[in-house]
């Protein structure tokens, strides 16, 4: 019947009100209250330093490489004492979807996330971050791991001339 048929359907979604009007609100009242995030949450992505507060990135480029939406993009360059690094390194944060894949594929832990999630802008442009905006002056989630200490390329001395360390190759020797 279609009166009991209404009868039925009228009651139930005011029980679903009245069960909720007593249960612990669950909404934040951001931006007043922060939302508590969890301890892996990935958001804006930071370059960080060695212990010894060089720059960690080695500018491999395996970061960009593994970036499935193409947003990160640098220039290598090498120190006088055979140390590679990025001259400019810049990442698209209107581009990227905060996957973390580029910090799984650096090998020196430089490209590292943060749970900071607040750096929406209305305009896309001020989402391109510059070297500047994302060295950070510490070594984020490891404080101990240093590249070079573990390669030791050409950086506590001149390529070649480390103990137990062939002379670099020639490259162009071994052209015909
Ligand atoms: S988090 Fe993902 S999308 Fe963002 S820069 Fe890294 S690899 Fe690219
Ligand atoms: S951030 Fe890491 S993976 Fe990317 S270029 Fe630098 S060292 Fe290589």
């Known amino acids: 019947m279609p009166l009991l048929r209404d009868i039925k359907g009228f009651f139930p979604p005011f029980w679903v ?4 009007m007593f ?9 007043e209250q922060m939302p508590e995030l969890p301890e892996r949450y990935r958001a804006r992505l930071v370059l ?3 212990p010894d ?18 947003c990160i993009s ?15 390194f810049r990442i698209n944060f209107a581009r ?9 594929a650096c090998p020196t832990l430089a490209i590292q996330v ?15 971050y510059e070297k500047d905006d994302l060295l950070v002056d510490h070594c984020g989630h ?9 390669a030791g390329i050409g950086v506590a001395a001149p390529r070649g001339t480390n103990p137990s360390e062939s002379a670099p190759v020639d490259v162009k020797d071994l052209l015909p």
């Open 23 to 31: 249960r612990k609100p669950v909404t934040v009242q951001y931006p």
């Open 114 to 128: 943060t749970s900071d999630f607040e750096i929406s802008k209305r305009d896309p442009l001020k989402l391109v």
């Open 96 to 104: 990227c979807i905060f996957c973390g894949l580029c910090t799984e």
């Open 17 to 20: 009100t009245f069960r909720n």
């Open 48 to 50: 960080t330093r060695d």
């Open 142 to 150: 490891n404080d101990e791991y240093s590249f070079y200490r573990q």
């Open 53 to 70: 507060g060089e720059e960690r990135c080695v500018a491999c480029h395996l970061c960009s490489g593994a970036c499935p939406v193409d």
């Open 74 to 88: 640098m220039q290598a360059a090498e120190a006088e004492d055979g140390r590679r690094y990025a001259s400019w």
